[in-house]
Structure formats: C-alpha cells, structure tokens
C-alpha cells in the first residue's frame, strides 16, 4: 500500500519540526517582531512600507547567507563586510548610463568579490592558518582597496539602477524579495544540493570523516569562501543601488551583523548544522528591531542599548548549548 | 678568534635548541628591530632615543588590551568587547572624577569595576551558558555601548584629573614616560600568571584541551571566569591610561583597539587556537603594530595603503611561524 495515512503526515510534521527547531524559532521571533511592528505603525502592510521594510534587511541578507556557508564549514569570514565596501566602492567609481555599461560592471563587480573569496579560501585551505585570522588580515587589504577607490564618499550610480532595484515588480512585489528568490534558486539551491553543497556541511561537522569518505574537504571549503565573497559583493551592489553613492565605510557593520544573523538563524558557529533559511529570519530580525524601535517611541540615547540587549539575548538564546546537552562533559568541545 | 667562534656556537645552538613557541618569540624581535631599521633609512629621526621612547609610550595602551586579549585567546576563546568596556571605564573615570584629583582613586575604582562586570559577565556566560565567545563578547561589546551612550547622552562628561594626566605623561630618569613603567608592572603580572603559577598553566591546559584539563581536575569554569575578568580588568585600565593621555573621554576611544589587539596576540607567536604563545610574544606584537602604525604614518601613507599593508604583515609573519598540519598527518 502506497498512500499516505494521516499518522504518516503527523510523522513527517513532527520530524520537520524537530529537525528544523532553531531555524522555527528564528521565524517565531521575526513573526513577534513583525507583529509588534505592526501595532505601531499601522501602515506596516502598504506597499510603500513593505518594500522599504524589505530594502532595509536585503543587503545584510545576502551578506549573512554568504557567511552561513563559510560558518557551515566550521569557518568565519571576517572580510564580509569590506568586501560589501569594496564592490559598493568599485560599482560607484565604474557605473556608466548605459544598461550594457551597468550590466558589464555588475558582473565584474562579482567576479572582483569571488575572488576575493576565493583568495580568502586558498590562504585557509592550502596555506592551513585560522580562518579567523586569515579573514581578519583579508579584511584590512579588501578595506584598504576600497579606500583607495573611495577615499571619501561619492561616485556615480545611474538613478534607473537605483530604481530598480528598490522598487517592485508589478507594483505589487518588492523587488528585492524577488531578488532574493531568484538567489535561492538559481545560486543557493544548486549549491546547496550539489556535491560540493553537501560536502561543506560534512566538512563542518567533521572534516576527517569528510575526508576519509572521499569528499574532497579543499574544494568544499574554498567554494563556502568564495560563496561568501560572490554574495558579499551582491549585497553590496544592492546597497549602491540604495545609497546611490560610494562608501568606502559603509560595510563595516555587514561583518558582525551577518554573524549574528547566522546565530540567529539556528546555524550552528562550529559547523555542519543550519543553513540559509534561519539566515534570512535573523537578518530581517536584526535589521527590523531598530525600525521598530524606532516606532516603539524609545528614547533614541536608550536604542543602542535595546539593540544590544536584543541581539545579546537572541544571540544566547540561539548559540547557548547548556539547553542541548547532556552532561558536562558534551559542553566542553 | 676562539672566542667569538665560541660565542657563535653557542649562538647556534641555542637557535636551534628553541621550541616553535620561543622561535616565534625571537622572530617578533627580529622583526621590531627591522622595523626600527627600515624606518631610520626614511628618517633618520625614527631610532631617536625620544621618537622610540613616545613609540613605547603609544604602545602601552595596547599592550595593556593585548594582555587582557592574550589570556582569552590562550583558553581557546576571543574577547570582542574590548572596544566599549575601555570607553566606559573612561567614561566612569572623568564623570566620577571631574577633574579633581581627590576623587581620581574613587573614578578609577569605578572604572576597574566596569571592567570587572563585564569580564565577569563573558566569563560566565562563556563558562556556563556555553556560548562561543565570539559571539558572546560581540553582543556584550554593543550592550556596553548602549549603556555608555545612555549614561554619557552621547557626549562625555568631565575631564581628567592632573594626577592621572601626570601619571602618564611624566618622564623619569631622563625621558621614560611613567605609563611605560605602567605596563612593564602589568608585563611583570602577567607573566608571573602565565608562566609562574598554577592558574598560568590550567590557562594553557584549559587551551589545548579542555575535556582532558577538566577530567584531570582543573576546575575549567574558573580558569575561564578569570582569564575573561583579567581581561575586562586590563581592558579598564588601558582606558583609565587613555584618559590621562587625552586628557579626556570621548565615545568611540576603544575603537582603534579591538583588532590591533588580536593581531598583537597573533603576531607575538601565541595560537589563535590556544594552548601555546609566550607573553613576551605578546609584548613584541604590541610594539611591531605601534611601530608598524607609525612607520606608515610617516612614510605618508594614506590610510588605504596602510590597512593593505597591515594585512599583508599579519599574513606573512603567520606564515613564518608555521601553519596547521594537514589533515592526513
């Protein structure tokens, strides 16, 4: 008999929301957040407000899930947010009118930040130095650059690429959010389903085990980094299109928001657990709380304070492992 | 003739005689010394015993953070929230303080609490919430911002007191600013901790490997607890120190602190994983990113190309102190 009961339905929801437990959190916390947003800004669900709500959280979206892939692989990328810096700077300095014009610099823009990641990947793989480390020298060389691109805000976007990408698509869905799904399937998924996919999360869970199954753990390790390079420079091609201008400073935040994003998100910082789902939740969580904020009336001195105390709980609420384990000794890694 | 051949072979041998920890060590002074160099082709003012001296006064600050960062990073952890607990123990110092000497002991004490509180509070949230640091101390750094733009209402409050400004700038025996003598008594502390006494070495046990260290007794939560408090303490105190230099407090003073700090733990030959690294590494890391820092500044480099070559540095001193095995060994 092959048709499905209701007790094999019930079996699979709870096994979905077990596995799936800290990315359902994540989404519980943005739906909260949503709906305190929405008792104080009654306007919350018109189209105006939703696309810019949508726009606020995309840049640090695409950040976030580029660094989800190099923390899947036991990893952390610190040069995320130069890199955002560098390809806002770089698209600033050779935006021309034309569309070919734009369409040229925006894939060049791209390649600039995978190999970027790339680079990052190759000195953690072949030259065997911490990520933390290696990222956080990359780091100040990427900045570096965009300094020398922008020393001091300005530039040139052409104001139909602003527009378009900050606006809907048939008046009724932010393009954003539509970029974000054509992210997912045509970028994300593949990844993610293909060998190489698989192999970052058996190389985050155990990197010897990966190893001696025969995947090949380099390869992996370097396609998460240059993932995250590739989705940095996205993000910051859409922050251009927000701003409008160059910055050379205007992704230093994107470093440690997109790491609290993927902790947000469920991920798990030592590797082999999570992915972009809950990402997205806790970019859009971290990005929302100050608008909400913001709305909420709060004395504007006490708001950092809110978002610090918001992120820090989030953050141990999402990463605390005392809840998840047995006994003493399965704390200690 | 013998003698100098004699002197060599000793030289050699005890080249040779170093473990992996002490070569990093002696190639952190190597590189000063080259650096001192390089920088006296350009000007030749740069080996002027003033210009080295108000090199070591800069560095002191660091070295205090750099301290504080290197008995985190020795327990396998990382300290982020460097940058707002310096603020605030500023803070605390010039708005308890204002400026009266006589209240300079009750604004440093304050100062050293904050420090304290929230070395204590990363500690146990690390130790027994069992949160990675990184992201422990990353949201403790943005809630001590918050309660420091709270309490000063986004402009700091007060100046600092004569004594401190004198403390830290007044030269004994001809020219050695007295903050230097500051951080050679911190020196002195932490090296007796690290490398004198027990807690020193549960620190790098915890480090290498924690479930071996508490299975053989080392109580871990505490070696954790401490090494985050000692940090939060130096932290404090490099902003105590601060004051003085300023003259003030202002919001984002830590700032220029957080990164050098690690990199001055990374440079000084200590694994960022752990387990090993020797303090007076951490000394040379402390004086290489000062002096890189001002090389630069020199040479007029702007800023961009600055941050391009303090990567490029830590990149290749890393590899010049020897990488991770591979995965088949």
Same mark, same amino acid.
């Given at each position: 008999m092959t048709t499905l009961s209701i007790a094999d339905g019930a079996q699979w929801l709870r096994r979905f929301f077990r596995r799936n437990f800290k990315v359902g959190i994540a989404y519980v916390a943005l739906l909260a957040l949503l709906g305190v947003y929405a008792g104080l800004q009654p306007?919350?669900?018109?189209k105006l407000v939703i696309t810019a709500t949508a726009n606020q959280g995309m840049a640090l979206v695409l950040a976030s899930m580029g660094q989800t892939a190099v923390v899947l692989t036991a990893g952390i990328d610190l040069s995320v947010g130069p890199i955002v810096s560098l390809s806002n700077t770089l698209a600033s300095t050779l935006f021309p009118d034309s569309v070919p014009g734009v369409i040229g610099v925006v894939v060049l823009v791209l390649l600039v930040g995978a190999l970027a990641g790339l680079i990052n990947g190759l000195i953690v793989v072949y030259g065997r130095l911490q990520p933390i480390i290696v990222t956080l020298a990359t780091a100040s060389i990427y900045s570096g650059f965009a300094l020398m691109l922008r020393p001091r805000p300005g530039g040139y976007v052409p104001l139909w690429y602003g527009d378009l990408l900050t606006r809907r698509v048939f008046d009724l869905i932010p393009t954003s959010l539509v970029l974000l799904a054509f992210v997912l399937i045509f970028i994300w998924a593949p990844f993610r389903r293909s060998r190489l996919g698989l192999a970052v999360y058996a190389v985050g869970s155990d990197e010897r085990a990966a190893y001696m199954s025969g995947l090949n753990v380099n390869r992996a390790k370097v396609a998460a980094y240059v993932m995250a390079g590739f989705l940095a420079a996205l993000a910051g091609l859409f922050l251009t299109a927000q701003t409008s201008s160059g910055d050379a400073t205007i992704g230093a935040v994107y470093t440690l928001q997109s790491i609290g994003a993927v902790v947000l998100g469920g991920t798990?910082?030592?590797?082999g657990s999570g992915g972009v789902a809950g990402t997205i939740a806790g970019a859009f969580v971290i990005r929302i709380i100050s608008s909400v904020l913001f709305f909420a009336g709060i004395n504007p001195l006490s708001q950092p304070l809110f978002e610090g105390l918001v992120l820090l709980i989030a953050i141990s609420l999402g990463a605390a492992r005392t809840f998840t384990l047995r006994n003493r000794l399965e704390t200690m890694r | 003739m013998v003698t100098t051949s004699r002197a060599w072979l000793s030289l050699h041998r005890w080249l040779w005689g170093l473990n992996q920890e002490q070569r990093s060590v002696v190639i952190a002074y190597l590189m000063i010394v080259a650096i001192v160099g390089l920088g006296s082709l350009i000007m030749?003012?740069?080996?002027?015993p003033n210009y080295l001296l108000l090199q070591l006064m800069k560095a002191s600050f660091l070295g205090a953070v750099a301290a504080g960062q290197m008995m985190v990073i020795l327990t396998g952890n990382i300290d982020l929230s460097v940058s707002w607990t310096l603020n605030l123990a500023a803070v605390m110092v010039t708005s308890i303080a204002q400026g009266q000497n006589e209240r300079l002991w009750l604004g440093v004490l304050a100062g050293l609490a904050v420090g304290l509180i929230v070395g204590l509070l990363n500690g146990l949230g690390v130790a027994y !919430?069992?949160?990675p640091s990184l992201v422990l101390t990353l949201g403790m750094d943005a809630v001590v911002k918050g309660v420091t733009v709270l309490y000063t209402g986004a402009q700091p409050k007060g100046e600092s007191p004569e004594l401190l400004n004198l403390i830290v700038h007044h030269k004994v025996w001809?020219? !050695?600013?007295s903050v230097v003598l500051v951080w050679t008594a911190i020196s002195l502390f932490c090296f007796i901790v690290l490398h004198r006494s027990a807690l020193g070495r549960k620190i790098y046990a915890v480090g290498n490997n924690e479930i071996c260290a508490y299975l053989s007794g080392v109580k871990s939560h505490r070696v954790l607890i401490s090494a985050f408090v000692l940090s939060g303490l130096m932290n404090a105190i490099a902003g105590i120190l601060l004051v003085g230099y300023a003259g003030r407090s202002f919001n984002g003073?830590?700032?220029?602190?957080l990164l050098p700090s690690i990199a001055a733990v990374v440079i000084g030959g200590t694994n960022i994983l752990g387990g090993s690294g020797l303090y007076m590494g951490t000394v040379a890391g402390a004086i290489i990113i000062t002096l890189l820092e001002s090389t630069l500044s020199i040479m007029q480099i702007s800023q961009a190309g600055r941050n391009i070559i303090y990567g490029l540095v830590i990149l290749g001193m890393l590899f010049l102190y020897g990488r991770g095995s591979q995965i088949r060994e």
């Open positions: 306007r919350l669900f018109t798990s910082l030592f590797g | 030749p003012q740069f080996a002027s !919430l069992r949160i001809g020219g !050695l600013p003073m830590g700032e220029p602190y």
